[in-house]
């Protein structure tokens, strides 16, 4: 509990003085070397890198080792920072708008607030989607569908239950001592998002020997990492593309997808981490 308060406490201050440092002409490289970094001052761990996406990418984007990109006028930027104590994991984000779509942001944001005044045990999983789709909707947009919340272990991200965007029946129904992060995205497209070609975040699901040096040297470089997921731009090495792609191939370590939504949508996100309560919850990240 301690170690996830303080975990929670460490990623809402940072994500709140890195999203300041998201301006027009900002390097996003620097950008998220900076929020990266700071994590790392406080003397805790990254739960998985840095994730910056930009307008209709909703996840798993960010820096790639060499990126040139700077943040545009207009931009809709998603900021999702992972902290851990220990492996007890606080997974927070927030949308900052540098064009004029504070609906678009707000309504993520009440989404969010609308599910957490939900959260009690008894409670189905599917009836936080309803009022995440209900607020998204009245106003004017769409909720991501086949993107969730999902519950926290330690050293885990992605463990039971999921926390549908979307008005589910049945599902799982909550319990005291549950701990998850909800996470709603409200698209002005599809409300759907595919996986794109870019790759640039991978996590290690199984050991098996390796016979290639550059990919057992990547292999060693993330051990310390108990299989939470890392950058290319992390790796030693000018080149890891052929190694990572033999990684994946072998079923060694799996690769996420910047997913997105239709070319020219818009997507904004807002996420907390809470755990059950008797009577409610605690949020985290706060
Ligand atoms: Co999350």
Redesign the pocket.
Known sequence: MEHYLEAGAVAARVLKQGAGLVRPGASIREVVERIEGQVANEGFGLAFPLNISLNEDA?HDTATPGDERTFAPGDVVKV?L?VHSEGYIA???TTVDLGNNGLLCSAARAALEAAIALVRPGVMVGELGGVIQAEIESRGYRPVDNLT??G?ARYQ??TPPNIPNVRMNGGTMLTEGMVF?I?PFASTGRGHVTERSRREIYQQISSKPIRLPKAREIIESVATREGMPFARRWLPGDHPEVPLAVLVRSGILHSYPVLGDLPGSLIAQA?H?LIVTTDGCQVTTR
């Open positions: 996840a999702d992972g997974d927070t984000a919340g999902h926290l991200i992605h992060a996470e996420e981490t």
